[in-house]
Each structure stands twice: as structure tokens, then as C-alpha cells.
């Protein structure tokens, strides 16, 4: 076993390595710095008992993820961002722990070379994983903001998540980590071996890099498909939930204004983003006819973001009717007749964001922050309905509403569903000029890759793009200008790898990680057991 860092040494270690990390990130976007703050996180961790490994990763979650997420204190403070960052830390302490163990008990069960250079970094590499993929869903639906893999939509690495999906790229990048530190001890260790250790890093390595882009082989490139052009229209209106619009409306007004240089583009379909008119049509005839309008001169169905009210089958404390809110978009062509008929389909965002959209058990975390709770008065409901809308002609489009972009079950149902193309509808108002955007665009440009699909990220005040199906930008708006982005863009249908496998790839990561622990330990201290017998 490895000798453990001195307790203060590895903590100091354990915090450069998470403020590294961060760096890989937008606004940054180092991608490289973030295998040397997987390294340094790994060295730290090693030859540590339970307590000792905790401790290592609550300082290494704890650097990392303050300063990644500080786009959460933008309107409400330091409460919620750091609740939200505690609650990471201590995933990433308890993974720690996990890992630790993995240093001490997989070399006693598999003491030969391929054990400590292969086994041992897979096992290390699928505990890293599994802890990325619980947090991402569990609890209130997780929080998949901070994994390894959303690092390196620039990295030579980016075509495997075409491959390999979000999770199998994460697996790869810390197994090629641990593969490294590995091989730098074993090469202290016997330094005969230190050329044949480097080539079997590097011949990892190139492997990883040597992947080529899906959507470079036969049947699968872009300019061979079909194509759909697109006007997308980002308002830059005051369409913060804690920074409204002045009066009612002023965001819909303003998001048509926006749209004027659309009229002589002959476009296809025009897209807003999420929020983009605070007057819901279906309520509002006024806003209906100001739907009708966009749709008639741009000669195209309009789809935008609007908050919808339902009059379902709950009842309050009284008894009266209570309605419930979706965070919606809708496929809107003018025409005659009522409001009802001119929404061709709707798409209610499936996953609202707990303490942002809804708050989860609202009597209990009142208890603690009643001001910060009370801010929060609109409950949306998630939605129940498919994520992709039929424009005609055998043109299918998927959504994602904002945080849906993280969901990584959601971007597999878009393309099972037919999706040609994702719509990422978004409103990123408040969270201001924060890294918050950026870092949602690279995970956009992610998803372009992973689904060989175009990405059109449209939101209210930046940042908004249209990423093509191999990740890169076609077209980028300044951050809080309005503008407009008309583009003729590709549909596919070609099924990726990542697609076809979705996140059976992340179990089987998770499950080599986690059994692979858990026979180590059972082995090791059966073998312990058996030697103090004899003993």
C-alpha cells in the first residue's frame, strides 16, 4: 500500500486539487487541468483510513464546488449556494472514503501487476463514477453539475462522448488518471520498468484521442442530411423569477420587437426561449394576438417558453380549487378559430428545479430560512408529456428546458423519440453575467456531440448559440443584446453509440467500481481472518 501524505499535507493538496479543477471549466476552460486535479485528488486520498479520506474529499468537494456554483448566490445569497455546494462536498466525502479503500484492499487481493495497473484504477474510476451518477439524481433529482467529462467539450477527448456518453467519458478520464499515478509509483518502485510503464500510458492516452468523430464516418456526416433553417430570437428582456419585468407583458413586447429582423429570412420555425412571454396566449387574447403576429409575418409556427396554468384536481386548506403550474413550451401557428387550436403541441419540463422552481418539503426546510423559502411562490409541476414535436414533413424536434440539458435520460428519449434536432430552451436571467451560462453552453455543446444532433441553445440574455452536431458553434449571441441567429442546420437520424447504449455504459462502470470494492473487501479481511487463525 501506498504511504499515505501527512494529514495537513494531503488537505492542502486535496483544496489545490479542487480549485484546479475548476479551472477546467468555463469561464476558464482549461480542459488539461483537470487530469492533474484528478491526480493530485487520488494521491491525497490514498493510504487514508475512513475518517482520515472523508475529511480529503470533504476539502476537496468543498473547493471545488464553492467556487464552480457561485452562480447560485447571483439573487438569492449565500444560503442556497452553499446548501447546494455542502450537499456535493459531501458526496464527493463519502466517495473518498470508497476510494481510499479501494487503495487498501485491492493490491491485497490482486498483488500482481495487472491488479495494481489495471484493476485497480478501473475500480477506482468506477466509484468515481457511480458517486457522479447517484448525485446526479438523488436527492430531489440530483444535481449533475460538476462532473469530470462536462470539462471537455474543447479536449481532444470530446468525440468519445459520442461513444461512450457523459458517464463513460468521465470513467475513461479518471481511469487514465489513475492509470498515470499507478504507473509513476510503480516506476519509483522498480525503475527498470519505467519505459514500458510511460508506453503503457501513452499508449492509453492516444487510444482515448485516437477516436474519431462519429459524425466523420460513412452515412453519418451532416452535409449529406437534410436541413431545417432555423431563426432563434434571444430577447434580452428582465426575465429574471427574482428580477421581473416592470409591468406584465413587457417581456413578451420586447421579445417580439426582437424578432423584426426575422421577417425577411424565410425561416422555417422561430424559436424564443424558455419564459420568453410572461402573458400566457392560452389566458391572454392580447398575447395571443401578439403569438399570431410573429407566426404570420415570419410565415413559420412560432415555439416559445411561457408559464401554463391548469385547473387539475387539486384543492387548497379551503377546499377551493388549486391550480398548478408548468414550465412550458408550445408550438404555436396563427390561425383562425380558438386559442386552444393554434397550439399545435406543448412540452411541460419534466424536471423543475428543486429549490429554484419548487421547493420539496416545504414545511420542513422552511424551518430554516422562511425568508429564502417564501421567496420561492410558484410550485411547477413536472410534466408528463414527450419531449418532441412534429413540425411536418418528417421534421422532428426535441426540447430541453434549461437544467433538462444535464438529463441525460431526457437527450436519449429526444433521439428514441425521433428528435432530429434539440431545442435547448433556456433562461438564464438569474444568474446575471455569472459562469453559469458558459458552462451550460459547453454542456450543450456536449450533448451536440453525444446525440449527433444540432443543439440550439436559445435563451433570454445569453448565452445563446446554435452548436452543430460535432460541437461546434455555427453561430453566438452577445450576452444581453437582443439579437437574432437564422441558420440552415442539419437533421439526423443516425443513432450514436451513447445513444443506443444510454446508461447501461454508467451502471456497468458504476457496478466494477462498487463490486469490485466490495469483493476486495470481502476477500482481504476473509484472508486477515484466516491468518490470525493460523497465527
Not at 463514477?129 to 467529462?149: L, M, N, Q
Not at 412560432?302 to 388549486?322: N, S
Not at 454508467?506 to 491468518?531: D, N
Request: aromatic share 10%.
Amino acid at each position: 500500500m501506498t504511504r499515505p501524505l501527512p494529514l495537513p499535507v494531503a488537505l492542502v493538496v486535496a483544496s489545490a486539487a479542487g480549485l484546479l479543477l475548476d479551472t477546467a471549466f468555463p469561464d476558464k476552460g482549461w480542459w488539461f487541468t483537470a487530469f492533474p486535479a484528478i491526480a493530485l485528488a487520488l494521491i491525497a486520498m490514498q493510504g487514508r483510513r475512513v475518517g482520515g479520506a472523508i475529511l480529503v474529499g470533504l476539502v476537496f468537494g468543498a473547493f471545488f464546488y464553492w467556487p464552480h456554483i457561485e452562480w447560485a448566490s447571483e439573487f438569492l445569497g449565500v444560503v442556497p449556494w452553499s446548501a447546494l455546494a455542502a450537499v456535493m462536498t459531501l458526496w464527493n466525502g463519502a466517495a473518498a472514503a470508497l476510494i481510499a479503500l479501494a487503495y487498501r484492499w485491492v493490491p491485497r487481493v490482486w498483488n500482481g501487476a495487472a491488479g495494481r495497473l489495471l484493476l485497480l484504477p478501473a475500480i477506482v474510476a468506477g466509484i468515481w463514477t457511480a458517486r457522479e451518477a447517484i448525485a446526479s439524481v438523488w436527492p430531489y433529482g440530483g444535481f449533475s453539475w460538476g462532473r469530470v467529462a462536462f470539462s471537455q467539450s474543447d479536449s481532444p477527448l470530446s468525440p468519445l462522448f459520442a461513444w461512450l456518453g457523459v458517464s463513460g467519458v468521465s470513467f475513461a478520464m479518471v481511469f487514465l488518471v489513475a492509470l498515470a499515478v499507478a504507473a509513476v509509483q510503480e516506476a519509483i518502485r522498480h525503475p527498470q520498468r519505467s519505459a514500458a510503464l510511460g508506453a503503457l500510458v501513452a499508449v492509453f492516452a492516444m487510444l482515448l484521442v485516437a477516436v474519431p468523430p462519429w459524425t466523420s464516418l460513412p452515412g453519418t456526416a451532416p452535409m449529406s442530411a437534410p436541413t431545417l433553417r432555423v431563426g432563434a430570437v434571444q430577447g434580452a428582456t428582465k426575465a429574471g423569477y427574482f428580477d421581473p419585468p416592470e409591468a406584465f407583458g413587457d417581456n413578451l413586447i420586447a421579445q417580439v420587437a426582437a424578432t423584426e429582423p426575422l421577417y425577411d429570412e424565410d425561416v422555417d420555425v422561430v424559436v424564443w426561449p424558455e419564459g420568453a412571454s410572461d402573458a400566457d396566449p392560452l389566458r391572454y387574447a392580447w398575447a395571443a394576438d401578439l403569438w399570431d403576429e410573429v407566426s404570420e409575418r415570419a410565415g413559420a409556427p412560432l415555439i416559445g417558453g411561457t408559464i401554463t396554468t391548469r385547473q387539475l384536481d387539486k384543492v387548497d386548506a379551503d377546499g377551493e380549487p388549486m391550480p398548478e403550474y408548468f414550465n412550458t413550451v408550445m408550438l404555436w401557428d396563427a390561425g383562425e378559430g380558438s386559442r386552444e387550436s393554434r397550439v399545435l403541441d406543448y412540452y411541460d419540463k419534466k424536471h423543475p428545479v428543486p429549490f429554484g422552481e419548487y421547493v420539496p418539503d416545504r414545511a420542513f426546510w422552511r424551518q430554516f430560512a422562511p425568508d429564502l423559502i417564501d421567496l420561492i411562490q410558484r410550485e411547477y409541476t413536472p410534466g408528463t408529456t414527450d419531449s418532441v414535436f412534429d413540425l411536418g414533413e418528417g421534421v422532428i424536434v426535441g426540447h430541453a428546458i434549461c437544467f433538462d440539458i444535464v438529463d441525460d435520460q431526457l437527450l436519449t428519449e429526444i433521439v428514441e423519440q425521433g428528435g432530429q434536432i434539440v431545442f435547448a430552451e433556456t433562461n438564464n436571467a438569474d444568474f446575471g453575467r455569472t459562469d453559469e451560462s458558459v458552462q451550460q453552453l459547453a454542456i450543450a455543446r456536449i450533448r451536440a456531440i453525444e446525440t449527433a444532433r444540432t443543439v440550439v441553445n436559445i435563451s433570454t440574455v445569453g448565452t445563446s448559440a446554435i452548436v452543430l452536431p460535432d460541437g461546434t458553434i455555427e453561430q453566438q449571441l452577445p450576452w444581453y443584446e437582443p439579437g437574432v441567429m437564422v441558420a440552415d442546420v442539419p437533421l439526423l437520424t443516425t443513432v450514436t453509440p451513447a445513444v443506443l447504449v444510454g446508461r447501461q455504459l454508467e451502471w456497468l462502470a458504476s457496478i466494477v467500481g462498487l463490486a469490485g470494492l466490495l469483493i476486495a473487501g470481502l476477500t482481504a479481511r476473509s484472508g486477515s481472518s484466516l491468518r490470525e487463525r493460523r497465527g
